[in-house]
């Protein structure tokens, strides 16, 4: 009965990470299609943006990042990542 219960559990497991990681892949996707759209249509960057490059002006790189997580929804290290591309991309 519970070597039962364990490998239902398992298998529950191993079919739940292989959805995550599908979602995940489909979500890199979805970005990349936004991102390929706005630089075709030169869609401005928006008022965050805006925000986060005087902030990243003013050398206020950790209220950047922290400012774009409360905006976005951002984990610490996408929120990060997010603030290097800013970086590089400069105005």
Do not use: C, W
Not at 55 to 76: P, W
Request: positive net charge; aromatic residues 6%.
């Amino acid at each position: 009965m519970e070597s039962t219960f364990l490998s239902i559990t398992f298998l529950v497991v191993i079919y739940l990470l292989i959805k995550v990681i599908s979602l995940e892949g489909r979500i890199k996707g979805m970005k990349y299609t936004l991102n390929q759209l706005a630089n075709q249509s030169e869609i401005s960057e928006g008022p965050i943006d805006d925000e986060l490059h005087k902030l990243l002006r003013e050398g206020k790189d950790v209220k950047a990042v922290k400012r774009v997580r409360e905006a976005k929804g951002l984990s610490l290290v996408e929120g990060k990542k997010y603030i290097d591309e800013l970086k590089l991309t400069g105005r």
